[in-house]
């Protein structure tokens, strides 16, 4: 058995949620802005140079035809 489908006014509130329910507060999005400007001033790691070991490093001697 289901029960009877109200016929009357449905009220507007939305019950236990409050009224900005599913909105970012102000402070939430004045952190992600202050994040996203971070991230922007940050410069991109540019890749640095090859690092070629000493004379005899690890045990790897490179031949006349250099590194491969």
Do not use: C, K, N, W
Request: no cysteine.
């Amino acid at each position: 058995m289901s029960a009877p489908t109200p016929t009357g006014h449905q009220p507007d509130d939305r019950g236990l949620q409050p009224p900005a329910f599913g909105q970012p507060s102000p402070a939430l999005i004045a952190r992600a802005d202050r994040g996203y400007a971070r991230f922007l001033a940050t410069p991109a790691a540019a890749p640095g140079p090859v690092h070629e070991p000493e004379a005899g490093g690890h045990g790897q001697d490179h031949d006349a035809a250099g590194p491969r």
